[in-house]
């Protein structure tokens, strides 16, 4: 059965494309007639039937396992987009500098016009109608939104050829190069477009004259060792994108406050007339050496323009909003960074916006008569908006987020750090911004981390988001002490002779909720919920299930990691898996090959099974000896492995002197330990302060 709004997305693309006939693009962003709709077989590079769901050979990692031999495509971007913000549409033109870095000869690109994704006719809308979602399928003009070709992108003035493979879906677009482009080779391609974000917000939106523009251009498709990796926005799945400059010119509204990606080398953005009282903006416009000169721009009476300008990014975002307030500060390092094979600064700015104006923008997002619900709910908007950001709240929340993130990774590499207040829920995370929906210390902890753990560390979302998601998730996890090596820690520094009793209250709290998410995986596993984390994000059987394995299950795996190799070797190994990869695109081999280096032995059986597999950890203790001896007793414990992931599994006798912890082999399925004790031993737990996930933990009877 097709859905009302995938009907509607179709009749409406059929019409778009009877209509094309000219050289102007439709709507939908489709080709002119005269040229083919779609790509002869109509699968998208990489995800054809023999695909594998989940990444079983390196997609970037060179075959060395190290940094050696390895390459990536690059691209920069030149762009002027000018923001008629009543009617939300952005005019935009600008040029790609693709270079060709691979040892392979290249006919063709691969782009994206994500914001395709927010309308009718969509893979996103379609997806939402087969999971039970009303969002986008239904959407009426202006309320959609779209990106759309206002002439063929072209090279050297010569028009390329242009497809959408997908159609109905617009987001992934073919581009045929007129000529070969070999290795080591430079293209340029330029584009002219329109873009309008959607009015119901998701990851990017607009009310009233605000607007959060994300993925708003036409960003090429990553080439990689495997190919071309290009895929359908969808709900489940997230970006991959490819390094280089960008280099963008806004011309806005004169009162218009702008919040980007990159530092303002021109103009300005505004945040000096809207800054709250003592604080004063440090714009950093001199970061970056040898910037080019900007673009010559006509302005008309009431605008100004602003150029941000970004390197080593691979990705640009920007918000802008006449109610912003601006808050800010700057994070001083108070050591020195070490050597990096990439610039870090000594001091990054911090620049906070959020809503000076939050009792009439939220006014917006309410309806009914005024209740007393209208007003709890006016109330909750305006705090999210405005009171849990000022005062310098927001702001120190993201210098705390700094100094946290570089001991766990390293250097910030940029010089600048943006963290605004979306038109959206929840977060998401850009090359030195973030936009949130919220101010809270976990939030922005979560989102800052992902401005290294993606942003840096280039992974492909959309094939492996446990890569960011999870390991976020983890460190996030871990600031607040909420994480099983840390309560485990605790709990043993205690030492009571019945682990099962904590005596502090908020630490048993913390040990009950690690205790009670374990149980939550596990039965999701035991009853065939769960899936594989490694699983390519579209493939999953609904969004639900993929936020639970990249987000939860995810995070669980690098909390049993951080169990394996060891509190000193995992902190490490975050940090060597930064500095080595920072960058570049990293996936599965080139992040288990760091935590092998710093740990010092293989770590496949480990990844294999928490990537490629589900499963639960499962062991059984027996004391199968138990008598005196020469020296005073002897212990017998087996140690058997019942599920199906491994893992060291520790157990601890309890005498009068305390308690002994050991751990198995988690390469043998079963394990004796044979332990001479002068002091009869009292008690004998398998994991007894609660440092895994194991199935049934607890007292093992002496007989």
């Given at each position: 059965m097709v859905s009302r709004g995938l009907r509607v997305g179709v009749a409406l693309l059929a019409l778009l494309v009877s209509s094309c006939s000219r050289s102007t693009q439709s709507a939908a962003g489709t080709a002119p007639a005269s040229?083919?709709?779609?790509?002869?077989?109509?699968?998208?590079?990489?995800?054809?039937?023999?695909?594998?769901?989940?990444?079983?050979?390196?997609?970037?990692?060179?075959?060395?396992?190290?940094?050696?031999?390895?390459?990536?495509?690059?691209?920069?971007?030149?762009?002027?987009?000018?923001?008629?913000?009543?009617?939300?549409?952005?005019?935009?033109?600008?040029?790609?500098?693709?270079?060709?870095?691979?040892?392979?000869?290249?006919?063709?690109?691969?782009?994206?016009?994500?914001?395709?994704?927010?309308?009718?006719?969509?893979?996103?809308?379609?997806?939402?109608?087969?999971?039970?979602?009303?969002?986008y399928q239904d959407m009426q003009e202006p309320d959609y939104a779209y990106e759309r070709f206002t002439r063929p992108p072209a090279v050297n003035g010569r028009a390329l050829r242009v497809s959408y493979p997908i159609a109905p879906d617009s987001t992934v677009v073919h581009l045929a190069l007129p000529a070969p482009l070999a290795p080591g080779a430079?293209?340029?391609?330029?584009?002219?477009?329109?873009?309008?974000?959607?009015?119901?917000?998701?990851?990017?939106?607009?009310?009233?004259?605000?607007?959060?523009?994300?993925?708003?251009?036409?960003?090429?498709?990553?080439?990689?060792?495997?190919?071309?990796?290009?895929?359908?926005?969808?709900?489940?799945?997230?970006?991959?994108?490819?390094?280089?400059?960008?280099?963008?010119?806004?011309?806005?509204?004169?009162?218009q406050v702008i919040g980007a990606t990159g530092v303002?080398?021109?103009?300005?953005?505004?945040?000096?007339?809207?800054?709250?009282?003592?604080?004063?903006?440090?714009?950093?416009?001199?970061?970056?050496?040898?910037?080019?000169?900007?673009?010559?721009?006509?302005?008309?009476?009431?605008?100004?323009?602003?150029?941000?300008?970004a390197r080593d990014v691979h990705h640009f975002a920007w918000s802008?909003?006449?109610?912003?307030?601006?808050?800010?500060?700057?994070?001083?390092?108070?050591?020195?960074?070490?050597?990096?094979?990439?610039?870090?600064?000594?001091?990054?700015?911090?620049?906070?916006?959020?809503?000076?104006?939050?009792?009439?923008?939220?006014?917006?997002?309410?309806?009914?008569?005024?209740?007393?619900?209208?007003?709890?709910?006016?109330?909750?908007?305006?705090?999210?908006?405005?009171?849990?950001?000022?005062?310098?709240?927001?702001?120190?929340?993201?210098?705390?987020?700094?100094r946290w993130l570089e001991d766990v990774f390293g250097a910030y590499p940029y010089p600048q750090v943006t963290i605004l207040k979306r038109i959206d829920g929840g977060g998401t995370e850009f090359p030195m911004m973030m936009q949130n929906g919220s101010a809270n210390q976990g939030l922005i902890t979560h989102e800052g981390g992902h401005i290294y753990a993606h942003g840096a560390l280039g992974n492909n979302e959309w094939q492996s988001g446990w890569m960011d998601e999870g390991l976020t998730s983890y460190q996030t996890a871990l600031q607040s002490g909420n994480t099983r090596p840390v309560v485990s820690a605790a709990r043993f520094e205690l030492s009571p002779s019945d682990p099962s009793t904590i005596a502090d209250a908020s630490l048993a709290a913390r040990a009950l909720a690690l205790r009670n998410a374990a149980e939550?995986?596990?039965?999701?596993?035991?009853?065939?919920?769960?899936?594989?984390?490694?699983?390519?994000?579209?493939?999953?059987?609904?969004?639900?299930?993929?936020?639970?394995?990249?987000?939860?299950?995810?995070?669980?795996?690098?909390?049993?990691?951080?169990?394996?190799?060891?509190?000193?070797?995992?902190?490490?190994?975050?940090?060597?898996?930064?500095?080595?990869?920072?960058?570049?695109?990293?996936?599965?081999?080139?992040?288990q090959l760091s935590a092998q280096r710093v740990y010092g032995r293989p770590l496949d059986w480990f990844f294999d099974q928490w990537i490629n597999r589900t499963g639960v950890v499962d062991y059984e203790a027996r004391v199968t000896q138990f008598r005196e001896s020469a020296i005073g007793w002897l212990i017998e414990i087996t140690l058997i492995r019942r599920g199906d992931y491994r893992h060291p599994m520790p157990?601890?006798?309890?005498d009068g002197s305390g308690w002994h912890l050991t751990r198995g082999d988690p390469a043998k399925d079963t394990v004796v330990f044979t332990i001479d004790s002068s002091t009869r031993p009292l008690s004998v737990w398998l994991d007894p302060f609660g440092a895994t996930d194991v199935v049934s933990p607890g007292r093992i009877p002496i007989p």
């Open positions: 040229e083919p709709a779609l790509i002869p077989s109509g699968v998208l590079p990489n995800q054809g039937p023999d695909a594998p769901a989940i990444q079983l050979a390196p997609a970037s990692t060179p075959s060395s396992g190290d940094t050696a031999d390895y390459w990536q495509q690059r691209a920069d971007y030149s762009i002027i987009a000018s923001l008629n913000d009543t009617t939300g549409v952005l005019s935009a033109n600008g040029t790609l500098t693709y270079t060709n870095n691979s040892p392979d000869t290249l006919r063709e690109l691969w782009v994206h016009q994500h914001l395709n994704a927010f309308r009718p006719g969509s893979r996103w809308s379609a997806t939402d109608a087969r999971e039970g979602r009303n969002r430079t293209v340029n391609v330029d584009f002219a477009w329109m873009a309008r974000t959607s009015t119901l917000a998701r990851r990017q939106g607009r009310r009233a004259r605000s607007v959060d523009f994300a993925q708003w251009y036409p960003r090429v498709a990553v080439y990689d060792r495997q190919g071309w990796k290009p895929n359908a926005l969808v709900p489940a799945g997230e970006f991959y994108g490819e390094y280089g400059t960008f280099d963008v010119t806004m011309i806005v509204a004169d009162d303002p080398v021109n103009g300005d953005p505004g945040w000096a007339r809207v800054a709250a009282p003592g604080y004063t903006p440090v714009l950093r416009a001199n970061a970056y050496d040898n910037v080019p000169e900007g673009p010559m721009v006509k302005l008309s009476a009431g605008q100004r323009s602003v150029r941000f300008y802008a909003s006449p109610g912003f307030r601006y808050e800010g500060g700057q994070y001083v390092r108070s050591v020195a960074p070490g050597a990096y094979r990439f610039p870090v600064w000594d001091t990054v700015s911090v620049h906070v916006l959020y809503r000076g104006d939050a009792e009439s923008d939220c006014e917006l997002t309410l309806t009914g008569t005024n209740n007393a619900a209208r007003q709890r709910a006016l109330q909750s908007c305006i705090a999210t908006s405005r009171t849990q950001w000022e005062d310098g709240k927001a702001l120190q929340m993201g210098l705390t987020a700094q939550a995986r596990n039965a999701a596993v035991l009853s065939g919920r769960a899936e594989p984390i490694g699983t390519r994000a579209d493939l999953f059987r609904d969004f639900s299930t993929y936020n639970n394995m990249v987000y939860g299950r995810a995070s669980a795996m690098f909390e049993a990691l951080h169990g394996v190799i060891g509190d000193r070797a995992f902190r490490a190994f975050l940090r060597d898996y930064y500095a080595r990869w920072a960058f570049r695109h990293v996936d599965r081999w080139a992040l157990v601890g006798i309890y």
